[in-house]
């Protein structure tokens, strides 16, 4: 697993970042003894990731419960809420809760899919008041909601904004007050997936993360977060075997093996983009000669890609840049021919 990469700007005020990615383990989140129902928690990978699944109708123990923490929550006058989802389909039921610090009594906040599909960040306040912002719709809007979306809200400046991907609603509500302390019942505390009560208040889909910020993140930090999703996570490092020799007989195909630090195949992975240099340096690379996406590799972690248009021959040095589609994996390699 990777840890959080606290080097990235964007990491100012990260409080909670909860991903199946950084470790909850699967027998804690899949077989709980003596908890009700708690074999409902299901991780499992979906289009090269792994998320959290929660059925409408599941109860609460469905959901992830994050560790209890209301010091950062309490008396908060800015804040970004974010989870990265994928819905079963397109249709969308009313209250479906996906990310929430809730329990018994006071609840400071939560995400949802409100009704007629709307995306609703909702905020309770010491004013004591509550304030919800749902300018964004998953059909009006066109957002389409069984893909994979990055979605929540940001609260600053007396100003709470739904967002969705690369939108957000024009006309934020006025709010007043800071956050309202946690309810100090242990039953209150972040829970992913689904709501206290269950039933119709639970998410329809999957998972990946929720995460959040003390302070309002700016457009561009929360485009990028769109962009890209993982930034938060420490790259992965990669190590391939060598000599790495290139099978160039039959349309300059190149087959190189990745494993990781122990030897160990890197089998079946998928999503990979990737580009060849026909430099043998980063500080001489210029264009790629060849690249490509969707690219995957096989049982004993061999990877096959086409590089035709290189002018290297049996012998000589190029580089290859490899990115799976999390960019979790993200190295240069130099391939010998």
Do not use: C
């Amino acid at each position: 697993m990777s840890g959080i990469n606290w080097k990235n700007p964007i990491t100012r005020g990260l409080q909670l970042f909860g991903s199946m990615h950084t470790g909850y383990p699967i027998d804690y989140v899949t077989n709980r003894p003596g908890e009700f129902q708690s074999l409902t928690r299901a991780i499992e990978p979906v289009d090269d990731k792994l998320a959290l699944r929660t059925e409408e109708f599941d109860a609460a123990t469905a959901s992830i419960v994050f560790p209890k923490n209301d010091n950062y929550i309490t008396g908060a006058t800015a804040l970004t809420v974010m989870v990265y989802t994928k819905n079963f389909n397109s249709t969308s039921n009313s209250n479906q809760q996906v990310f929430a610090y809730i329990g018994t009594g006071d609840d400071p906040f939560y995400i949802r899919l409100g009704s007629a599909g709307t995306f609703q960040f909702r905020i309770w306040t010491d004013t004591p008041d509550n304030f919800t912002n749902s300018g964004l719709n998953n059909v009006s809007d066109d957002i389409a909601i069984e893909d994979w979306l990055i979605w929540g809200g940001t609260w600053g400046n007396d100003s709470l904004t739904v967002r969705a991907e690369k939108k957000k609603d024009n006309t934020p509500n006025a709010t007043t007050g800071a956050l309202l302390a946690p309810d100090p019942d242990s039953e209150n505390r972040p829970r992913v997936g689904a709501g206290i009560g269950g039933g119709t208040d639970s998410w329809k889909g999957w998972t990946a993360f929720a995460a959040i910020w003390t302070r309002e993140l700016s457009d561009v930090e929360w485009n990028s977060m769109v962009d890209n999703p993982w930034q938060l996570l420490k790259s992965r490092k990669v190590f391939l075997t060598a000599p790495i020799v290139a099978a160039a007989s039959s349309g300059d195909i190149l087959e190189i093996t990745l494993v990781n630090s122990a030897g160990t195949p890197l089998a079946s992975l998928t999503g990979l983009s990737w580009a060849w240099f026909d430099e043998s340096t980063p500080d001489t690379a210029n264009t790629p000669t060849a690249q490509g996406t969707g690219e995957t590799t096989d049982s004993s972690g061999l990877l096959s890609i086409d590089i035709t248009g290189t002018t290297l021959t049996a012998g000589q040095t190029g580089m290859l840049a490899l990115m799976d589609s999390t960019g979790m994996i993200y190295a240069w390699y130099r391939v010998t021919l």
